[in-house]
């Protein structure tokens, strides 16, 4: 007799998913989503992304690629969120609270709200749990993160990512729920170590871009990423992040896709910044404010974070990328292993 063989994960049966955002990964998430199954509303401030998903594109955020159908998408916030059973929150993480205090009213109470942005905040350096739990503060808080871009999601490119949330049950339903053929998740209950992962390795990312843009070498890259890594690790564990988490896929997982191609917008924004390109204009890198905020923590918190700290320096202006390496490289010696 033959055995039926059945998939890792049972097909869940279809939530009501929101979408909250109009770029790249809401637009690519939304797919995700209706590949697993789900029925999806998508909420994007601009009329004209919504026309364009409408027609089975959005051309801005994901050129080239043909979407399918089946995503209902609207400007009317209230809308996407009426009667969903979770919520996928997509903007940039420095416009995360402006997008939460319009939704606010409209999320049901007690369904999952899952951050899908990389970032801390800039000016208050919350993490975007954080955000949520002031404005949300009857949902729970998750993340959906890891080596991912959108336009691979998109298309349908087989990616693993990690769900997080502190509590792991809910960690590991909402992995089965959106896990798809080409779309693997895993679960942890280390909230804060995922998004710290994520937001840390966009400014590595810049760093990276830079380093290849100035021509400083494949050596000086493998360099910056190992110590980079380390100045990571040294940040999430003040956060109380576990470093298992930390070498995993929203960890090293990211930050070795990101330093290492120029589809990454963060990496190409440091490619302009190393080849004294123009910046004005570029499509977002979180890591930009992200660099400015993580060297302040770092630096009120006596983290030794000696990358992080140049590039937001070399961002705001205050020192040349040459200037940064001449300090990186002559810094007093020690023992590798000294975290
Ligand atoms: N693009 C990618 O490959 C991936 C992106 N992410 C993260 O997802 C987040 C969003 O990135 P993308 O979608 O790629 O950016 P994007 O630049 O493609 O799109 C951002 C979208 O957010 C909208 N937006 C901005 N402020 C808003 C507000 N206050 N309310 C509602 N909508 C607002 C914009 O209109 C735009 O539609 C970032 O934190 C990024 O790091 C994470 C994984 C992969
Ligand atoms: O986070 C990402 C992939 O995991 C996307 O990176 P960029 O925002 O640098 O394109």
């Known amino acids: 007799m033959t055995e039926l063989v059945t998939s890792g994960h049972e097909a869940p049966s279809g939530w009501r998913v929101a979408v909250l955002g109009g770029g790249a990964w ?23 992304t919504v026309a364009a998903i409408d027609r089975g594109e959005n051309p801005r955020y994901l050129p080239g690629i043909a979407l399918q159908p089946g995503i209902v998408a609207t400007t009317d916030i209230a809308a996407a969120l009426d009667g969903a059973d979770c919520v996928l929150a997509v903007a940039p993480a420095q416009a995360l609270r402006a997008m939460l205090a319009a939704a606010r009213h409209h999320v049901p109470s007690g369904i999952p709200l899952v951050l899908c942005a990389k970032g801390i905040e800039r000016d208050t350096g919350a993490l975007l749990s954080a955000i949520v739990e002031e404005a949300l503060p009857n949902n729970p808080v998750a993340a959906l993160s890891g080596p991912s871009f959108a336009t691979d999601v998109a298309r349908g490119l087989p990616t693993a990512v990690v769900v997080a949330a502190r509590d792991a049950d809910l960690a590991a339903d909402l992995a089965a729920r959106f ?3 080409n779309l693997r998740c895993y679960s942890s209950d280390d ?32 360099a910056m990423v190992t110590r980079g890594f380390v100045e990571l690790r040294r940040i999430g564990a003040a956060f109380g992040a576990r470093p298992e988490t930390l070498m995993g896929l929203s960890g090293l997982g990211d930050l070795l896709l990101t330093c290492s191609s120029a589809q ?25 404010p992200t660099a400015a905020i993580a060297a302040r923590l770092a630096a009120e918190r006596g983290i030794d974070a000696p990358i992080i700290t140049a590039v937001a320096a070399i961002l705001d202006g205050t020192v040349t990328i040459g200037q940064a390496v ?12 000294d975290i």
């Open 26 to 48: 809401g637009t690519a998430l939304a797919l995700a989503m209706l590949r697993a199954g789900h029925f999806v509303r998508l909420y994007a401030r601009d009329p004209e």
């Open 179 to 181: 896990s798809a053929e």
């Open 191 to 222: 909230l804060v170590g995922v998004e710290i992962g994520g937001a840390l390795k966009n400014v590595f990312a810049i760093a990276a871009g830079a380093v290849t843009g100035a021509k400083l070498g494949a050596s000086a890259q493998a």
């Open 264 to 288: 990454s917008r963060n990496f190409a924004y440091g490619l302009a910044l190393g080849q004294g390109k123009p910046l004005a204009g570029l499509p977002l890198a979180e890591g930009v």
């Open 326 to 337: 001449t300090a990186l490289m002559t810094r007093p010696l020690k023992t590798e292993t």
